[in-house]
């Protein structure tokens, strides 16, 4: 990685009125499911070794709960621990809180967050959803509220309540000017604001470009997905060395990826499984970008190949559509998708090279 010469030491965020600190560098939970017990325990603890003090993950991330519990046990006085449910129910959010504290090893979490919400929950709303965050409180088996969303407008409509004490919402530099401006509704409102999907769903690769960005908005504290201790040291390594300054040279590549990335695109967030016709969505919506993103031997392969053919089977039931947090017209993005995928492997026959396959540029 190239490490920029003009740095600032890196940033202290206070998640509003929780009085949480954090270095502007906190660790997201959600693809340690895709490793062993073993491995996200090193992993987990390598963070905390390097100075990241706060962990995010969800009752949704299948085994990541359990991972942290195990990981991070000992080491509870050193840490912020968040977890979330998607619970609609009085029931099921009592059912959840109890089975987050058991696989967290912990008698409480410092933030309890209602997951990737459609509706706001409110006091004397009639569901008594908000108030089982109050009694959990009382119970000291929470710390705080907070709420995460993946739609700007039911966002706002949180922030205003007045009733959470952080927001958690996508946030990168290819975040529109509105999605900008929730940063700033938050810090006026003293509420926390946590940024997810910093890497736009791994399509955004450049660290010094990201951590620059992040700077300018000291109240956002960015939780990056990690899974490999490569993309850990990348992380750390700013605790240690600061925070790159904004440079005219990080500004121009951040102008450029907002040039191939303006528009409707997946950020792979997966919220639109399952396909009933098994298309792995979260990936084949965009494919276009991968490929030629990350190294495209992996994108093209026969497996890869084989799982995009699945695009051809859709019935257009739309229900992705219904679950698509970005408004996406998922079946017209796939077959873009797929269209550009079949003209770059008809480009990498004639070439002989799977390099020479993607020179060209698709939708974005």
Same mark, same amino acid.
């Given at each position: 990685?190239?490490?920029?010469?003009?740095?600032?030491?890196?940033?202290?965020?206070?998640?509003?009125?929780?009085?949480?600190?954090?270095?502007?560098?906190?660790?997201?939970?959600?693809?340690?499911?895709?490793?062993?017990?073993?491995?996200?325990?090193?992993?987990?603890?390598?963070?905390?070794?390097?100075?990241?003090?706060?962990?995010?993950?969800?009752?949704?991330?299948?085994?990541?709960?359990?991972?942290?519990?195990?990981?991070?046990?000992?080491?509870?006085?050193?840490?912020?621990?968040?977890?979330?449910?998607?619970?609609?129910?009085?029931?099921?959010?009592?059912?959840?809180?109890?089975?987050?504290?058991?696989?967290?090893?912990?008698?409480?979490?410092?933030?309890?967050?209602?997951?990737?919400?459609?509706?706001?929950?409110?006091?004397?709303?009639?569901?008594?959803?908000?108030?089982?965050?109050?009694?959990?409180?009382?119970?000291?088996?929470?710390?705080?509220?907070?709420?995460?969303?993946?739609?700007?407008?039911?966002?706002?409509?949180?922030?205003?309540?007045?009733?959470?004490?952080?927001?958690?919402?996508?946030?990168?530099?290819?975040?529109?000017?509105?999605? +900008? =401006?929730?940063? /700033?509704?938050? &810090? *006026?409102?003293?509420? !926390?604001?946590?940024?997810?999907?910093? $890497?736009?769903?791994? #399509?955004?690769?450049?660290?010094?470009?990201?951590?620059?960005?992040?700077?300018?908005?000291?109240?956002?504290?960015?939780?990056?997905?990690?899974?490999?201790?490569?993309?850990?040291?990348?992380?750390?390594?700013?605790?240690?060395?600061?925070?790159?300054?904004?440079?005219?040279?990080?500004?121009?590549?951040?102008?450029?990826?907002?040039?191939?990335?303006?528009?409707?695109?997946?950020?792979?967030?997966?919220?639109?499984?399952?396909?009933?016709?098994?298309?792995?969505?979260?990936?084949?919506?965009?494919?276009?970008?991968?490929?030629?993103?990350?190294?495209?031997?992996?994108?093209?392969?026969?497996?890869?190949?084989?799982?995009?053919?699945?695009?051809?089977?859709? +019935? =257009?039931?739309? /229900?992705?559509? &219904? *679950?698509?947090?970005? !408004?996406?017209?998922?079946?017209?993005? $796939?077959?873009?998708? #797929?269209?550009?995928?079949?003209?770059?492997?008809?480009?990498?026959?004639?070439?002989?090279?799977?390099?020479?396959?993607?020179?060209?540029?698709?939708?974005?």
């Amino acid at each position: 990685m190239s490490r920029t010469e003009a740095t600032v030491p890196m940033n202290r965020v206070v998640l509003g009125s929780t009085g949480i600190v954090s270095p502007q560098d906190a660790f997201g939970a959600l693809p340690i499911q895709r490793i062993s017990f073993d491995e996200a325990e090193r992993l987990l603890r390598r963070a905390v070794d390097g100075g990241m003090s706060f962990f995010d993950t969800a009752r949704a991330y299948s085994d990541s709960e359990e991972k942290m519990g195990r990981a991070l046990h000992g080491l509870r006085d050193r840490v912020a621990i968040a977890t979330k449910t998607m619970a609609k129910t009085p029931e099921d959010f009592w059912d959840d809180l109890h089975t987050s504290l058991r696989n967290l090893r912990t008698d409480h979490v410092d933030l309890y967050q209602f997951h990737c919400i459609d509706r706001v929950w409110e006091l004397g709303d009639g569901t008594g959803m908000y108030e089982c965050m109050v009694e959990a409180k009382r119970q000291g088996k929470i710390n705080h509220i907070g709420v995460t969303a993946h739609k700007v407008g039911t966002a706002f409509e949180a922030v205003e309540t007045g009733l959470y004490e952080t927001m958690q919402f996508p946030f990168n530099y290819l975040s529109s000017p509105r999605e +900008t =401006e929730l940063v /700033s509704a938050c &810090e *006026r409102k003293n509420m !926390g604001f946590i940024a997810m999907k910093g $890497l736009a769903g791994g #399509l955004l690769m450049n660290a010094d470009a990201l951590m620059a960005h992040m700077a300018c908005f000291p109240n956002a504290l960015p939780i990056w997905g990690i899974q490999r201790l490569e993309e850990l040291e990348t992380w750390l390594s700013y605790i240690e060395e600061g925070q790159p300054r904004m440079s005219p040279e990080l500004a121009a590549a951040i102008e450029a990826d907002r040039a191939e990335l303006a528009g409707s695109f997946c950020r792979g967030c997966g919220y639109c499984a399952p396909c009933p016709q098994g298309i792995v969505v979260n990936q084949c919506a965009r494919m276009s970008l991968m490929v030629r993103r990350a190294p495209s031997d992996v994108w093209l392969s026969e497996a890869w190949q084989t799982e995009m053919d699945k695009i051809d089977s859709c +019935t =257009e039931c739309r /229900s992705c559509v &219904e *679950r698509c947090p970005y !408004g996406l017209d998922v079946p017209a993005v $796939l077959k873009e998708n #797929l269209e550009d995928y079949r003209r770059l492997l008809a480009r990498r026959v004639e070439a002989g090279s799977a390099e020479s396959a993607v020179d060209g540029r698709g939708p974005a």
